[in-house]
């Protein structure tokens, strides 16, 4: 689900809350090592994600966000917010030549540069906390892949 977060919402904050769980208390994130990756350069989207880019500049940003039950990919467009919840149950990550986020028939692919290196800690922790809570719902022991 792809939301326009530009404005605060409470109907969207509802929809986030009600799919990935209430965001993490600042006790918890702080235990965490924080919650939300360094901003990485969009490299290509799937077609059904080319409203959320800016064609204007040649440079698209995108983060992720970490929520207990998924997370949540924003992209800023200009002036605009653009959020995708993806649970973790519907979570597929690839490490290729670049990094790729896919989910729900979408696929958001990010630039293998300097800017997606320094988010390798937060990229192992997302692969961990996406293994824990689907092996603590059941889904069987999660073999997971460091790239």
């Excluded at 994130?29 to 080319?50: E, T």
């Excluded at 467009?77 to 979408?106: C, E, F, M």
């Amino acid at each position: 689900m792809v939301l326009n977060t530009t404005h605060t919402n409470k109907d969207n904050d509802e929809l986030l809350n009600d799919m990935l769980g209430k965001p993490f208390s600042l006790w918890r994130a702080f235990k965490m090592g924080g919650i939300g990756s360094g901003r990485m350069v969009v490299q290509k989207v799937s077609p059904n994600l080319n409203h959320v880019l800016n064609f204007t500049s040649s440079l698209n940003y995108g983060s992720i966000e970490l929520r207990p039950k998924g997370i949540i990919l924003h992209i800023t467009k200009g002036l605009y917010n653009y959020s995708w919840a993806i649970p973790y149950y519907q979570l597929v990550i690839y490490k290729t030549d670049s990094l790729s986020i896919h989910a729900q028939g979408r696929f958001v692919q990010f630039q293998n540069n300097r800017l997606l290196k320094e988010n390798k800690t937060f990229l192992q922790k997302l692969r961990n906390t996406k293994r824990l809570y689907l092996n603590s719902m059941g889904f069987g022991e999660m073999e997971t892949y460091d790239n």
